[in-house]
């Protein structure tokens, strides 16, 4: 069975930084695009960051600047670097795994809060 576990969440207070981290197993985690996504309370799930099979990370633009996404292909693990980080920014943050080496396939980790405040 397909796991992403991310790990790194908590409270940070506004200006800090926090590494996130998601571990996926079972998965040929080379053939996938992975990608972080965080939802606000009322609130939309919205795109914050991904990076394709081919080690290409792109950026929502109000992150671009403050965000960095990467991935250890020997570690079956992404990571996101967040710095400057505002209340805004406030939200629990999901991993996602698109593609597959055969079948395309979508999987959703359980998520991790991150809470901006003083």
């Known amino acids: 069975q397909v796991h992403l576990v991310e790990s790194g969440g908590g409270l940070v207070q506004p200006g800090g930084s926090l590494r996130l981290s998601c571990a996926a197993s079972?998965?040929?985690?080379?053939?996938?695009?992975m990608a972080w996504y965080r939802q606000a309370p009322g609130k939309q799930r919205e795109l914050v960051a991904r990076?394709?099979?081919?080690?290409?990370?792109d950026y929502a633009d109000s992150m671009k600047g403050r965000f960095t996404i990467s991935r250890d292909n020997a570690k079956a693990t992404v990571y996101l670097e967040m710095n400057s980080l505002k209340p805004g920014d406030t939200a629990v943050y999901y991993c996602?795994?698109?593609?597959?080496?055969?079948?395309?396939?979508?999987?959703w980790g359980q998520g991790t809060q991150v809470t901006v405040s003083s």
């Open positions: 996602n795994a698109r593609g597959g080496p055969v079948t395309f396939r979508d999987y």
């Open positions: 079972e998965i040929t985690f080379r053939f996938y695009t």
């Open positions: 990076i394709t099979s081919g080690d290409t990370p």
